[in-house]
């Protein structure tokens, strides 16, 4: 009897857990359509704007800066803007952070700690940053101003960070002002 009962839950357990994945991965998907819809109208009325992907990750870059594209162990100046993305647009209902005051001002957004606006600087090879913005970075330049879109997958997973859900895809706006290598 006592083994009967430890098979059940053994099986019970399974199954919660692929329901789980199941739900997980369908989340990923609609995410992905969700992505789908923002290049489009990224690149809808923007006939310069190039869209390149990368595992998963997607950049489309409305503005082409110049000079040396950053290298995968580069350094990078610029402004950000996070969303968590919670359907075909981006909007300041899932606008999470931003460093740039300038953007925060035009969107009337207060929620950013004032003395955090200014430029970041990072080093690819060095920096401890979300994975999808660390594939996505590699090959702007300076002068770009460019979006990093992706699913849960490459974002923050299952924690829940503020207002951010578990497993939420995530959108980057950048301004970027330099690279090096």
Request: charge should be neutral.
């Amino acid at each position: 009897m006592r083994r009967l009962s430890v098979l059940l839950t053994l099986a019970a357990s399974l199954l919660i857990v692929s329901c789980d994945k199941k739900r997980l991965e369908s989340s990923y998907d609609t995410q992905e359509k969700y992505i789908e819809g923002i290049v489009s109208s990224l690149t809808k009325n923007n006939p310069d704007a190039t869209v390149e992907s990368n595992d998963g990750i997607v950049r489309v870059t409305v503005t082409r800066g110049e000079g040396a594209p950053l290298g995968e162990n580069g350094a990078v100046a610029f402004y950000y803007a996070g969303y968590y993305l919670s359907g075909n647009s981006l909007s300041t209902s899932s606008l999470f952070v931003t460093n740039y005051e300038t953007f925060a001002n035009s969107v009337r957004w207060s929620v950013t700690d004032s003395t955090s606006f200014g430029i970041m600087t990072l080093r690819l090879d060095e920096s401890d940053i979300v994975e999808g913005l660390k594939k996505g970075l590699p090959g702007v330049k300076g002068g770009d101003e460019c979006y990093i879109l992706f699913n849960g997958r490459h974002g923050f997973g299952k924690k829940k960070i503020a207002n951010i859900p578990s497993n939420a895809g995530l959108a980057w706006h950048l301004w970027v002002k330099s690279v090096s290598d």
